[in-house]
């Protein structure tokens, strides 16, 4: 372990144990060749059921396509897990040699009890329904498999329309959405964005290119 994770390590373990079990500490190691595997450390990984060795999140993709010197910290927004649950999160860039990004530090709180409690004094004060225009939590995937299924459900929600009814520049938009958020940086990606969205390899890559030109 080199000095940095070792003190990552460290913080983690300090701010697990300040804030407790609704605290999840996340250290991703955005160096490793095998990035589908980059969570190195983990404390209450029951927040969001995730263990040691599991795949990265949209937020780990997102970072390995973006330059790293426009990068800033994410910090107190809102994501959810698989069975509900709603998490306070915030993200931290750990930097190396040259401002690349070595390690992510992620803090993910369950403040599911919380709400519960909030949304019923709202409705005891509130005089009128608040309209909601905030967007919905992203959600927190254990590998890259179910991450890959996600960022395809949102780039169908973006289009809005099922693939059945896509014209050529719907399934351009899902592409380009799915090539932003780094999609396929994962394995195998291609082949199945091209099953889904029932079009050919060489046609996945022909609206990859259309979208660099535009």
């Known amino acids: 372990m080199d000095t940095k994770l070792e003190l990552l390590t460290q913080i983690a373990l300090g701010i697990a ?7 999840e500490v996340v250290i991703h190691d955005l160096r490793k060749e095998d990035i589908e595997s980059s969570i190195v450390y983990i404390e209450n990984g029951q927040v969001s059921n995730r263990k040691l060795g599991d795949g990265p999140s949209e937020i780990v993709l997102e ?16 994501t959810r897990t698989d069975d509900g649950r709603i998490l306070k999160s915030s993200t931290m860039y750990i930097r ?17 009890g919380l709400l519960t409690i909030d949304n019923s004094l709202k409705s005891l004060l509130s005089t009128a329904e608040a309209e909601d225009d905030e967007k919905q939590p992203r959600r927190i995937t254990h590998n890259v ?9 949102q780039s ?9 009814l896509m ?16 999609a396929f940086l994962v394995t195998r990606s291609g082949d199945k964005v091209s099953n ?3 079009i050919s390899k060489f046609t996945l890559y022909s609206y990859m290119d259309t979208n660099k030109e535009k």
């Open 167 to 182: 014209s050529k520049d719907d399934k351009v938009a899902a592409i380009q959405y799915l090539n932003d958020a780094g």
């Open 96 to 112: 190396g040699k040259n401002n690349t990004i070595d390690y992510i530090l992620a803090l993910n709180y369950d403040i599911t």
């Open 17 to 23: 144990t300040h804030f407790g079990n609704n605290c």
């Open 196 to 198: 889904y969205f029932g």
């Open 63 to 78: 970072t390995l396509k973006k330059n790293p010197d426009l990068l800033k910290d994410r910090l107190s927004y809102l």
């Open 145 to 153: 498999n179910d991450l890959l299924d996600a960022l395809i459900e």
């Open 156 to 164: 169908v929600a973006l289009v809005g329309k099922p693939v059945a």
